[in-house]
């Protein structure tokens, strides 16, 4: 079994359609895949249709843009109800902020020389649910001003540099606890990623699983081995499921290749197993995994 439990595709950040990132997942001899975008479940219908033609298993998730204590910080959530009306309340405000700060993104952009207009970003994010960086790296790309997305970040757009502007977010104990309401269950994605381990450090994951956290998202491109090496202490201290995926995001990320990185057997029935006991709890009516074999 080959289970890859985080991708993105163009109704967010990432450059495929679900269908295709669905598709994709199953030529590349995956088993179970989760559909993960950006603050959005916009996509799990077509995902789901593909993964009924190709017969691969799939999860429908997304990946929440929160904060915990001044700092962003993405929480993966499987198999919520997504009409569940606080989950439904908090990701509006979150596609809002991030599409709202988009005109003061790029008036600073301008200021420092680089004319960006909304319309460009327009056709970029054509099909997705909140225009936000990502899209405007990608103008920045197209313009010429930087070779890649990833360059366009780090030049123009993370914190600090002229084109960043701050969002709003929620807070990350407060989405753990409206996803379990919402009957499904959640994973801190790439913890100790692009800000390392003072990102989130040891003792608030705690925190995060006395909140009813599941698990953590171990095996990723953006960790150590070293990383890994705690992290996997970690969830065995905590009780928390671990988990591993590719983050692909097509090809808006190099290196994040379907499958490159999976999560054992064993904690995914874990992880279901939690799912189950979370939708049973809520009394709602929560997605099942597509399972068409
Ligand atoms: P936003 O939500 O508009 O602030 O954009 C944040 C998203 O941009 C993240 O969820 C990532 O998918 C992506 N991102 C952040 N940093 C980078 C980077 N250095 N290179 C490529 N993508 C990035
Ligand atoms: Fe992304
Ligand atoms: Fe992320
Ligand atoms: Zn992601």
């Known amino acids: 079994m080959r289970i890859d439990l985080h991708t993105h595709s163009d109704v967010s950040d990432g450059t495929a359609p679900p269908a295709s990132v669905v598709r994709d997942a199953a030529a590349a001899g ?6 993960t975008d950006h603050d959005t479940t916009q996509g799990w219908a077509e995902a789901e249709q593909a993964a009924r033609e190709v017969g691969i298993d799939l999860v429908r998730g997304l990946e929440i843009s929160c904060t915990h204590q001044g700092r962003g910080l993405h929480l993966l959530a499987y198999l919520p109800d997504p009409t569940h009306p606080g989950l439904r309340d908090l990701l509006g405000r979150i596609v809002e902020g991030r599409s709202g700060r988009v005109p003061a993104m790029l008036a600073q952009l301008r200021e420092a020389g680089v004319a960006i207009e909304q319309a460009d970003l327009d056709r970029e994010g054509s099909r997705t649910a909140a225009t936000g960086r990502p899209h405007v790296a990608d103008a920045l790309v197209r313009l ?44 801190v994605a790439h913890p100790w990623g692009r800000g390392g ?17 599941a698990g953590i998202e171990v095996d990723h491109q953006d960790h150590t081995e070293a990383d890994r090496a705690r992290l996997r202490e970690v969830a065995a201290d905590l009780d928390l499921v671990v988990t591993g995926s590719s983050d692909h995001h097509g090809t808006g990320k190099v290196d994040h290749d379907l499958g490159c990185h999976t999560t054992d057997p064993e904690e995914y029935e874990r992880l279901l197993a939690r799912a189950s006991a979370a939708s049973a709890a809520s009394g709602r009516d929560t997605p099942e995994v597509v399972q068409p074999r």
């Open 144 to 187: 010429g001003v930087v070779a890649s997305r990833d360059e366009a970040f780090r030049d123009w757009l993370d914190a600090g540099r002229p084109g960043f502007v701050d969002r709003w977010a929620a807070s990350v104990t407060e989405m753990v606890q409206v996803v379990g309401e919402a009957g499904g269950v959640t994973v």
């Open 30 to 35: 995956l088993d179970v895949v989760a559909l």
């Open 197 to 213: 381990r003072s990102a989130l450090p040891e003792e608030e994951i705690a925190v995060l699983a006395a909140a009813g956290l």
